[in-house]
């Protein structure tokens, strides 16, 4: 086949002859006009990155060559005899250097002949895909510099330009870079669940790649495309290593970005299934709602624990959720996720799981000979230690009597103390998600859907069904709390408030605390400082085998500001008031909860935008933004099956064309309300 090239720089290739056309091709109005793409680029580009068309290369290209702060020029186009274009090169704008054309007084030469670009080409499935990229520049960038390149002056990072829905109707969409997914490359003969095995692969991070059987890749590029069809505001990222190969994953749907919203306090992940050698190497982020309940925040398939597969996992979550980080994040003790998180979290509070760490003490001490003596203590200190130098110093008799001076696993727990230990979370808004008793502990959020040798293929079948059930257990509980009648167990005038305020299962967790009030045996001022008290709240607290012991907590009061504070730390810990606090209050005659302590994430008298999903019915009518994304869905689907044949394509057309005049008379009659 005949084939040449139109030129802007010599091009050095075996395929095709050059012929020289004008510099500085630039691509801004026609991209801008179609607006291809919208938000961040998550990723470089990478070699096997695929694009539905040669603009949304140039609008990928121009976007990244923003972020980091250079400009691009379009140096090779090749066409066909038919002018179709067929491959492509873009260059950074120092790319070679200028023509001399004798000129009297020639301009200075500005450019460096960087050698930053990526060539593509287009596929026999009519996708453009990269197949050489080169990211290092022989010249410093900035970000700051970008608005004196042409290729910039138009096209805004993650914008789009002429659209036709503005004001409230303009719906921010952030649309996927499609790419290859390659399966892996082994022989079938490799058992991805041995853990040696798979630690070993992941030794070098830019080779890494997804362990996968066959049809794994092409299932989950099937299930996300099913996913994004019914759902347009579904975002997924891909990861490839340098032979194009998947290396990592995330996605999101719009539900959860929208959830995250109301719930950016606290996130916990999920790296269970990667800690026990599953078959799906999983990473879940979940939230809490309104409820106490678990939600999806977002999930991914990495190839290994290294720092640089967390760092890229966290990035692509931050872009999705538009880059507001949560406040903390609860993860298992691991080094690898303390360095990642710092990276891209350096300002949220890291704690460890403490349910986790408990989990481990039979694997890490079960051979030791007082074993369970050392279990018990070791959990005393812990729970029960209402001050930093009560927990120092049961931990430190338990590591002499025992001889555990030398253990690597205790030496690391009490380096990173602060992380994990209640008595120094205080500071800290969990919310919950650190449970203090076995019995408060959350489920994880695919414990029903997904088993040690699940293979991928049937998690994503099931990864709806997952979600399903938590939609439906999120919907009943909305339903119950919105029954006014609650049974009340005391007379306190705030347990009253509470019912009318909280949804029904945070309620009944914060009557736990109306019901420790008789437990509590007195309370007496110790000191005063001008409008701060010092309360000395008395406890007598159950244990087990009939065993009780009186305990005394430290109430600060500020009759001023009605500001409250508990030296056990439970509203921080937990999301509510203590009883120690609530019996404080009382003393001093007040008789509401002072609104400081009234959370909104706990209220059920908000409506949060994201249960109105439009799976479920809840579609607003008169909500613009729920009309654009619904008829969105809809003619998406049209067009799935429209393309199927020419007679399906026919008729497709013609009856877009009768909908369209049809909706065009609407606005010409009378309206019916």
């Not at 749907?253 to 999920?270: N, T």
């Not at 449970?435 to 099931?462: C, G, I, N, Y």
């Not at 045996?521 to 085998?545: C, H, N, P, W």
Request: contains cysteine; negative net charge; charged residues 25%.
């Amino acid at each position: 086949m005949d084939m040449f090239s139109l030129n802007s720089e010599p091009a050095i290739d075996d395929e095709a002859e050059g012929l020289e056309i004008e510099e500085n091709c630039a691509m801004t109005e026609f991209i801008g006009q179609n607006g291809v793409i919208e938000g961040e680029n998550p990723l470089p580009p990478a070699v096997g990155m695929e694009f539905e068309s040669y603009e949304d290369v140039y609008y990928f290209y121009n976007c990244y060559a923003k972020e980091q702060g250079f400009g691009v020029r379009v140096s090779n186009s090749w066409y066909r005899k038919d002018k179709e274009r067929y491959r492509g090169k873009l260059s950074c704008s120092n790319a070679g250097y200028k023509r001399r054309r004798g000129a009297n007084h020639p301009r200075p030469e500005t450019r460096t002949g960087c050698r930053a670009m990526i060539k593509f080409k287009l596929m026999q499935n009519t996708r453009w895909r990269i197949i050489e990229v080169e990211l290092e520049h022989n010249h410093l960038i900035s970000p700051a510099s970008v608005n004196l390149y042409k290729s910039h002056k138009n096209v805004g990072l993650g914008t789009k330009r002429g659209s036709d829905v503005d004001g409230a109707e303009q719906v921010q969409k952030m649309k996927l870079f499609r790419t290859v997914i390659v399966d892996s490359e082994s022989d079938g003969n490799i058992d991805v669940r041995d853990r040696k095995f798979r630690n070993r692969i992941y030794q070098s991070a830019s080779s890494a790649q997804l362990i996968l059987k066959e049809g794994d890749a092409q299932a989950i590029q099937n299930s996300f495309c099913h996913l994004q069809l019914m759902n347009p505001e579904f975002v997924y990222l891909i990861d490839l290593n340098e032979r194009g190969c998947l290396r990592n994953v995330f996605w999101c749907d719009a539900r959860a970005r929208v959830a995250y919203g109301y719930f950016p306090d606290v996130i916990a992940i999920d790296t269970s299934c990667l800690k026990n050698g599953y078959e799906v190497p999983l990473v879940a982020i979940v939230g809490i709602n309104h409820h106490g309940q678990p939600i999806l925040l977002g999930s991914g398939l990495v190839a290994g624990e290294t720092i640089e597969t967390f760092v890229w996992l966290f990035r692509a979550w931050i872009t999705c959720i538009h880059g507001r980080p949560p406040q903390a994040i609860i993860t298992d003790h691991c080094k690898i996720l303390e360095s990642a998180i710092a990276d891209v979290f350096p300002r949220a509070s890291h704690c460890f799981s403490l349910s986790s760490i408990m989990q481990k003490f039979p694997e890490k001490l079960g051979g030791l000979d007082e074993y369970e003596a050392i279990r018990m203590e070791l959990s005393r200190a812990v729970s029960c230690s209402l001050r930093v130098f009560e927990f120092e110093a049961a931990w430190q008799d338990i590591i002499q009597r025992h001889g555990l001076g030398n253990h690597p696993w205790i030496q690391s727990l009490h380096e990173d103390r602060k992380r994990w230990v209640p008595v120094y979370l205080k500071e800290i808004f969990l919310a919950g998600m650190i449970p203090l008793r076995q019995s408060e502990e959350m489920t994880p959020f695919f414990a029903k859907h997904l088993h040690k040798d699940t293979p991928v293929t049937e998690f994503l079948d099931k990864y709806d069904e997952a979600l399903q059930a938590n939609y439906q257990e999120e919907r009943l509980a909305d339903l119950k709390s919105k029954n006014p009648t609650v049974m009340l167990k005391s007379k306190f005038h705030f347990e009253l408030q509470l019912s009318k305020l909280y949804t029904f299962n945070i309620f009944r967790r914060f009557q736990t605390e109306i019901e420790g009030i008789y437990s509590c045996t007195s309370a007496r001022q110790i000191s005063a400082d001008g409008a701060i008290i010092t309360y000395m709240v008395k406890e007598r607290l159950e244990f087990e085998e009939n065993r009780t012991e009186e305990r005394e907590y430290e109430v600060l009061y500020n009759n001023t500001e009605g500001a409250v504070v508990c030296m056990c730390g439970a509203f921080n810990l937990k999301g509510y008031l203590c009883r120690h606090a609530l019996i404080i209050l009382t003393r001093n005659g007040t008789e509401e909860i002072p609104p400081q302590y009234i959370l909104s994430r706990w209220r059920k008298d908000i409506e949060r935008t994201y249960i109105l999903d439009h799976c479920f019915n809840g579609f607003d009518v008169n909500n613009p933004i729920h009309r654009y994304d619904n008829l969105y869905r809809h003619v998406l689907q049209v067009v799935e099956t429209g393309k199927k044949s020419e007679d399906h394509y026919r008729y497709a057309i013609e009856a877009l064309g009768e909908i369209l005049n049809k909706v065009r008379l609407v606005g010409d009659q009378p309206s019916c309300d």
